[in-house]
């Protein structure tokens, strides 16, 4: 039978699963795949709706969009040797695509994972109670935000992170006490995500912490706990086998640097005389923004003839230096000699990022200090072109004899763009802006996207589900609430901010303010509970539960 309210079919106890007249006998794969596109038409139109923008998105810049860190992670993937600025989880995963020599593949499968989390905030809300309407309603930033369709469109890991921890939630909110194997499962898919990005280092603790409140049990516990430790653990034993160390960068310690850079003052701080080299005289506002203090070997104009801490220290234009054991030492101490001095104005500058989130309009930034530049925009021909640095290769193959003229000396340049040829074909995987396709998603990013503000409001809503659930310890909303709460508000606490760490928390943020009119079974629904309202203050008439 057909529930009414979820939408979902039910077997009545003792029934023949298969078709009338053909008891027993299961029905075929197809049909069961064809049969709940039909009972939940109307969501079906808006997936399909979605598909049809990523498949725009792909004609309009063939086969798939780069940027800076790109290269990075495709030299990772080829070298197999642990990068100290980034965990490898996302090269392990393009390893597996190297040997198809196509670059349309991993679009093809990076889009597929903005649909995939979309369908499952839709189907775990449904499960939950809500109409088909309420139910689309979170999943649309997901399906249809622009931003996030340029993410899934780009070598980047922040699809694959993000579609890992939706996921994990996903799964773990379906149920109130989840079986011990989705627990596991849930565990490996944030252990692998916290080697995707750092940024999901403590994500497993906010998993804990949310199943300790739902009092799932001991064993749940522990299924989640083990699972998630167990990538973390063996990642660590091969970045030592490398590196000497147990850990899963070397990066933490200058981040954190960058991130205080925007207000130290060694006169407040009073460093160890082994720290000082990295004090920077050079005032406030001449120093570059944080996200790209730790790159840049000058301070901004008019003092742009004075040389970076960070560069003095290392003395090279090679920021790989500013990753080793030693540098990210010193600066780590640093950054937290400068918070413990300083901690009103760490708080200023966290607070004055996180609220940069919340803004309607995406300040423009020509310097693509935020996240908002052309590098994560759909942009002209000329303007992808101009992205590709000169250590990436030439842009395209006609150009390859004078690149190598030019730079062929340079050994890992040679071998970044062996690594592009190897994931992108002979192309390269070079990207190929084609009209009119490219004109079309040109213009639907200037509409169709998630406001800050908008995304505010959706915070709230899930914060208040949360509280409306005190008795309960804010219920099955607190776990994605928290989650999505914490990816808005790490990164500025231990880097900066940019617009696109902000997409990470959106599909979890989405899911929390949904769940906020979710109810248990034997519950009252959310239309039931709205009448009781208007009872309560004499304006309603009686209605019946659903």
């Not at 529930?3 to 299961?26: F, H, K, L, M, Y």
């Not at 959706?458 to 008795?471: D, K, P």
């Amino acid at each position: 039978m057909t529930n009414a309210t979820t939408g979902s079919d039910r077997i009545v106890p003792g029934q023949p699963s298969g078709e009338p007249g053909e008891p027993g006998e299961r029905r075929p794969l197809l049909a069961r795949l064809v049969r709940p596109t039909i009972t939940h038409w109307q969501f079906t139109i808006v997936a399909l709706a979605a598909i049809v923008v990523r498949i725009v998105v792909i004609l309009g810049y063939r086969p798939i969009l780069w940027f800076n860190d790109s290269y990075n992670y495709v030299y990772d993937a080829v070298t197999h040797v642990p990068d100290e600025t980034r965990p490898n989880g996302y090269p392990f995963f393009l390893d597996l695509l190297l040997a198809l020599h196509s670059a349309y593949p991993l679009a093809l499968l990076q889009a597929a994972t903005g649909t995939v989390m979309g369908v499952g905030i839709y189907a775990l809300l449904r499960h939950r109670g809500l109409p088909w309407w309420g139910a689309s309603l979170p999943a649309l930033p997901v399906l249809f935000d622009a931003y996030e369709l340029h993410l899934e469109h780009m070598v980047t890991a922040d699809p694959l992170f993000i579609f890992l921890v939706t996921i994990a939630v996903v799964i773990l909110c379906w149920s109130d006490r989840p079986s011990i194997l989705v627990t596991a499962v849930a565990g490996l898919l944030i252990g692998y995500a916290s080697l995707v990005r750092s940024v999901g280092e403590p994500l497993l603790v906010v998993v804990l912490v949310s199943l300790l409140a739902r009092r799932v049990g001991w064993r749940r516990l522990a299924a989640v706990v083990v699972a998630g430790i167990a990538p973390i653990a063996a990642y660590m034993f091969w970045f030592h086998a490398s590196t000497g160390n147990y850990a899963l960068t070397e990066s933490s310690g200058t981040f954190l640097y960058g991130r205080v850079s925007t207000f130290a003052d060694c006169a407040r701080i009073k460093p160890p005389a082994d720290l000082q080299v990295l004090c920077d005289p050079t005032p406030l506002d001449l120093r570059p923004a944080s996200a790209e203090y730790i790159w840049t070997d000058n301070e901004l104009a008019p003092d742009a003839s004075t040389t970076t801490p960070l560069y003095n220290l290392t003395h090279s234009t090679n920021t790989a230096l500013r990753f080793t054991p030693y540098v990210n030492g010193l600066t780590g101490k640093f950054a937290k000699d400068a918070i413990l001095a300083q901690p009103f104005d760490y708080l200023r500058v966290v607070t004055h990022d996180t609220l940069h989130t919340f803004g309607w309009n995406r300040q423009p930034d020509p310097d693509d200090y935020y996240g908002n530049g052309p590098a994560f925009q759909f942009v002209s021909s000329w303007e992808v072109n101009a992205l590709i640095p000169w250590w990436a290769g030439p842009k395209d193959s006609a150009e390859f004899s004078q690149w190598a003229a030019e730079y062929g000396n340079d050994t890992t340049a040679r071998q970044i763009y062996a690594a592009r040829l190897d994931l992108g074909g002979p192309g390269a995987g070079d990207t190929q802006v084609v009209a009119p396709w490219a004109h079309l998603i040109q213009t639907y990013q200037r509409y169709i996207y998630l406001r800050g503000t908008l995304l505010g409001i959706i915070v709230l809503i899930g914060v208040a589900g949360v509280l409306a659930r005190w008795r309960r310890w804010g219920g099955i909303g607190l776990l994605p609430w928290l989650v999505g709460a914490l990816l808005i508000v790490l990164p500025p606490m231990t880097a900066g901010f940019s617009y696109r760490y902000v997409l990470a928390a959106v599909p979890t943020a989405c899911l929390a303010a949904g769940l906020a009119f979710a109810r248990r079974p034997g519950e009252k629904s959310v239309g039931t509970l709205t009448a009781d309202l208007r009872r309560h203050f004499g304006r309603g008439v009686e209605v019946e539960e659903e």
